[in-house]
């Protein structure tokens, strides 16, 4: 139990709250019918919180000579990652809770249970302030709930308050549907609400060291995906803008009126800084033009996104939005000769965010997915994908760490989807892949599986050692047998450029022989460093 909410729980809460919701992603994504019914509530919600969580990763642990305290300096980064990344009205309102949580409680030395309620209804009225026509039913009714009935546990105790404000969140999100006849006749929760809940139960989970299952409400009907009417008030409006933008306080009411004026769903929401602060701006409207003129005036909108909700709404059997492609991350000729006979555009191991971003501009695509194949790498393509927006291009990440769980993307990509579900398949079918590497020890090392010394075999499954050898072919066959040993139905094998002749023969026959009823896939992959990469489905 933690009686205080100090920075590294800070961390653990945005780490375990980007986890839940990515469990809960597809659950919040098939909710989505208010404002508009595009699907993908959940899918925003995580990419808003990953900004976030890369805005404390990239922090180094340093405060200000002056300012806040250091659970209010990992706060203020939470929420100004969440700010710059916040994907439509669900990432933007979920920022500006979070600013106002920061903000309340920077300077106090010690968040408590009474603190943890005055950031709650700080964030409530950040919210609320930020939307222009606030509407009940939503993301708001559902914080200000748990604002309320953290307020009314009247306690120091940090995590029974926290416990009462997300079953408070909870029993609100459950009457959205008697709020919102939009809810009621999909027969579903608010999107945004659930994914409050999602992150308030994740607190609960760091301040007691106990998760908390707490499903959504169940839906009264089933609902085909992305196929109910919006809200009224929403339908006259074709186009989503969203653009961040550099201006002052001032600059930004003038911003408004006229905003507020061409359209609706207005959400303007900043960072708090004075005199001139950013700024992420989103609006309904038919007239783009005038809407990113609007910005101009104001001061310096970059990061412009522009979606037709004819496109977000069309059933899968409609008409598909052209202009698609994929950008992968490959080290090797074999490997990358795989994804280009897939049609990927391929960029060589290692790239800078200037390299990825040039790889997506140069497909003329105006919506890409980027498949990163490395760790160190997906930084730097989440940065590229930020930077493709100043030009239009809207592109998502697909965190792989190895080609074969690229490979599984790529095989389930289908162009007659929209190119949101597009993206949460490929995850989804990377995600389900399990990678393993073999290569030799160049030191010795102590590792998870023992020490290592020079020349030995070793066996890295997702990354971790997990067998010690010194044969190779015995290793390889070894590390295939203890994945397959979890399930598995194919094996996925690319020799590398150092691999023995007849090394994926071996391996291949040895499947044969133990697990006939799986199916084998060998590639010449080139790669160096390790003779063996391997994907099981």
């Known amino acids: 139990m933690l009686d205080t909410l100090d920075a590294a729980a ?16 597809g659950e919040i994504d098939q909710l989505n019918v208010y404002p508009v019914p595009d699907g993908d509530t959940g899918t925003n919600l995580v990419l808003t919180l990953t900004s976030a969580q890369q805005a404390l990763a990239m922090d180094l642990d340093t405060l200000p000579d002056s300012g806040p305290t250091a659970h209010g300096h990992a706060l203020r980064l939470m929420a100004q990652g969440a700010l710059l990344g916040a994907r439509g009205n669900s990432g933007v309102i979920l920022s500006q809770i979070l600013r106002g949580f920061a903000d309340q409680v920077a300077g106090v030395p010690a968040v408590r249970g009474r603190e943890l309620a005055a950031a709650l209804r700080s964030g409530t009225a950040a919210a609320y302030t930020a939307v222009s026509r606030p509407v009940e039913g939503t993301v708001l009714t559902v914080v200000a709930a748990a ?27 459950a009457r959205t549907p008697e709020q919102l006849p939009a809810l009621a006749r999909a027969g579903v929760v608010d999107a945004g609400g659930r994914g409050l809940c999602v992150l308030l139960d994740a607190l609960v989970e760091v301040l007691t060291g106990e998760r908390t299952a707490r499903p959504a409400p169940a839906p009264r009907s089933a609902r085909p995906a992305a196929t109910v009417a919006r809200e009224t008030g929403s339908d006259e409006y074709a186009y989503e803008v969203q653009f961040l933008l550099d201006s002052t306080a001032e600059a930004v009411a003038g911003l408004r009126r006229a905003l507020d004026a061409l359209g609706d769903s207005l959400v303007v929401v900043g960072d708090g800084r004075e005199p001139e602060g950013t700024w992420n701006v989103h609006v309904h409207v038919n007239d783009v033009g005038a809407a990113v003129e609007a910005g101009v005036a104001a001061g310096r909108p970059y990061r412009i996104s522009v979606t037709r909700f004819a496109d977000q709404s069309e059933s899968p059997s409609g008409p598909v939005v052209a202009g698609r492609a994929a950008v992968v991350v490959a080290t090797g000729g074999g490997i990358a000769d795989l994804f280009a006979a897939e049609g990927a555009t391929v960029v060589p191991g290692n790239p800078s965010t200037g390299e990825l971003l040039d790889a997506v501009r140069s497909t003329g695509a105006a919506r890409v997915v980027v498949l990163p194949n490395d760790a160190n790498t997906e930084a730097v393509a989440s940065a590229a994908a930020r930077e493709a927006h100043r030009y239009g291009i809207k592109v998502s990440v697909v965190p792989t760490r190895s080609p074969v769980q690229a490979l599984a993307a790529l095989a389930v990509r289908d162009g007659d989807r929209r190119f949101e579900d597009d993206v949460i398949a490929m995850a989804e079918a990377a995600g389900a892949c399990r990678y393993a590497e073999v290569c030799h020890a160049s030191r010795e090392a102590l590792t998870v599986a023992g020490p290592c010394r020079p020349g030995d ?9 997990h067998l010690i050898g010194t044969d ?19 094996v996925t094998l690319l020799a590398g450029v150092d691999a023995p002749a007849g090394l994926t023969d071996a391996v291949r026959a040895h499947v ?7 199916e084998v896939h060998a590639y010449p992959g080139g790669q160096p460093f390790y003779p063996l990469l391997v994907g099981i489905e």
């Open 147 to 173: 604002a309320a009935a953290a307020e009314g546990a009247d306690s120091d105790d940090l995590p029974a308050v926290a416990g009462v404000a997300a079953r408070a969140a909870a029993e609100a999100l």
């Open 472 to 490: 190779l072919t015995d290793t390889c066959a070894a590390v295939v047998d203890r994945m397959l040993g979890g399930g598995g139905e194919m």
């Open 512 to 518: 044969a022989r133990r697990w006939p009823f799986v």
């Open 457 to 465: 075999v070793l066996a890295l499954v997702e990354g971790e050692v």
């Open 10 to 25: 800070v961390r653990r809460w945005c780490a375990s709250g980007l986890a839940a919701l990515k469990r809960h992603q």
